[in-house]
């Protein structure tokens, strides 16, 4: 029985598998991201809060996606660049990812499950779903695409 996040693993941008048990201790917000999407300049807020925060414990790890409106088109490294050059991203990328559907990842059935959308759907509606993690490893809240990485943050400095 699955019962934190840190029974899941996923291969990070380099194609390395990760176990998310190497975040135990750690506020972490997980969020599924898309380099062509209007919700792309929060990668600038979400690095901005990992430099805020890792110190204190936050830990940000983004998920790139190509399910919606297939504004992910280009490979690892591309996506690697893409965040790199344009928002100076220092946060953990992974590979990419399915969110929906029949191959979605394990962790995001479970963070679907564990913390639900609007009128209890488990279904992502679309890129920069956001999840916060508290320091045991639990989903403690699901934010939507249109909620600003900032306006998270009272919510992280609880869990901090």
Not at 26 to 34: E, F, G, M, P, Q
Not at 56 to 82: H, M, R
Not at 114 to 141: C, H, M, Y
Request: aromatic share 12%; charged share 20%; with cysteine.
């Amino acid at each position: 029985m699955t019962t934190s996040i840190y029974d899941f693993s996923a291969n990070n941008i380099q194609g390395k598998q990760v176990s998310l048990a190497d975040y135990k201790d750690k506020v972490v917000l997980i969020v599924n991201t898309a380099s062509e999407c209007g919700f792309t300049p929060q990668y600038k807020d979400l690095e901005a809060l990992n430099q805020k925060y890792q110190a204190q414990g936050l830990v940000i790890l983004g998920f790139p996606c190509n399910q919606f409106g297939a504004q992910e088109k280009g490979d690892s490294q591309a996506i690697s660049q893409f965040c790199e050059l344009n928002f100076g991203v220092t946060f953990p990328l992974f590979e990419k990812i399915d969110v929906n559907g029949s191959n979605t990842l394990p962790l995001y059935a479970y963070l679907k499950h564990s913390a639900k959308g609007l009128l209890g759907s488990e279904k992502i509606k679309w890129n920069f779903t956001k999840f916060l993690v508290d320091r045991q490893g639990n989903p403690v809240k699901r934010y939507a695409p249109t909620t600003k990485p900032m306006a998270l943050e009272q919510d992280i400095l609880k869990l901090l």
